[in-house]
């Protein structure tokens, strides 16, 4: 007799829908067919669809370090509500990922805490571990990050949000040498180098030049940190990893001069792909009047034209899939003046419905939102037991009702930090239960296990 059995479900994958029952036996899925069988649990999904579990491998779960703004516990509650049962934690922690011991610390320290499978990210500061890089991703780093542009406090190694070079005990943003250096070093790994791609001394100099016209709203946010500052950006990796064979990921790319860059890259067969999240197709700076500061993420939220061009790079494969850069502050820190707040916002938990929403819009398919949000993203990152449903996979399962209709609000998060952009947008289409290896986690946005079952991947 199977553990488990979901019956009568759509099941959706990258490129099909079909009618069927998933049975479940140790943590994987076994049969699909439309066989009535028993099993130890049943569920009758009649009407409702079955996607493979979202994988999100941008989240910065702030633990260690700033654990007032999220921790690891509250950080995957979140996911799995919001039908991401994969999770990638971002190493911009403190301590952060730097050697092959932090993460070994780091995933021991998750295992209790953990309510998603999770993957850890290493960081590269440069010099400072440079030597340490090939033996941390063959200890099991998802991959290594490296935040261009950024200077980084010497000893927390927190991000500073808004540099000044005359800040002390930082370590300023890297100049391009030491960043050919890192990319060396990373094509012997194999793995992938990921970027934030912003030009800080075009950001600095533009920086300067606003606050000498005393501007200060949105629009002038946007000229400080220009599209341009992220296609130049792109530009110098793109050949830095041709030149060294490293295997290169854009991070977060907001803009159609950044994504005609990564088209340019791809066309000319560099190594490259590359994400955007929720906020970028769904926010543009006409938003700002009623969104108002919360919306302030790096690489900052461009112009409607842009957010246009993404949902068309989307389509045609020139961005290969989403992750929300799931980045929260204490609440109050993101109100004030747009130019001091520190960037970033939550997004781990609304990025299936705001998805599954446009799929009721008639803007994308189903078996679309799985391809960019779990087939894709597995493929990409060498997750072979996630990513579809198929017989082996794990049996990571979101059970979707495409015709529920409710409200996204700060109130029914789960992060630490509930606050996000998208409150207030009515969706139609929702996770109403998660399994996470054949475990019910999540049931009707309530999470139902008390004991943390995730897993590292290594
Ligand atoms: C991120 C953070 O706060 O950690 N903020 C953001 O605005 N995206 C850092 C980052 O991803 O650049
Ligand atoms: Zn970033
Ligand atoms: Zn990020």
Known sequence: MYDLALKNGFIVNENEIYLGNIYIQDEKIVEISLA???????????????????????????????????????????????????VFDMPNTNPSVLNEQDLLQKANYFAPK????YGIWGLSLGEINLGDLP????????????????????????LIYNYNPKDEDIIPPLGDGEVYEIFEQMAKTGKIIAIHAENIELIQTLTKRLQQSGKKDYEALIQSRPALAEALTIQTASLLAKATGARLHILHLTSKMGMEAVAQAKANGVN?????CPQYLFLSAKDYDSVGPMMKVYPVIKHEEDRLALWQGLKNGTIDFIASDHAPHIISEKQGDLFSIPAGMCGVETMLPLMLNEVNNGHITLPFLVKVM??????????????NLEIGKDADIVVVDMNKVDTIENEKLHSKQPLTAFAGRKIKGW??????????????????QDKACGKWIK
């Open 36 to 86: 009535d069988k028993p099993a130890n649990e049943v569920y009758d999904v009649s009407g409702k669809y079955l996607l493979p579990g979202c994988i999100d491998t941008h989240c910065h779960f702030r633990d260690p370090g700033a654990t007032a703004k999220e921790d690891f516990t509250t950080g995957t509650q979140a996911a799995i509500a919001g039908g991401v049962t994969t």
């Open 114 to 117: 953990a309510f998603a499978d």
């Open 135 to 158: 033996r941390l991703c063959e200890a099991g780093a998802s991959a290594v990050k490296f935040f261009w542009g950024y200077a980084i406090n010497a000893k927390t190694k927190a």
């Open 272 to 276: 490259i792909t590359a994400e955007t």
């Open 374 to 387: 779990a087939k894709n993203v597995a493929d990409i990152y060498n997750l072979p037991n996630k990513g």
């Open 431 to 448: 996770p109403i239960k998660t399994f996470l290896r054949g475990q019910l986690v999540v049931d009707n946005n309530k999470i139902c």
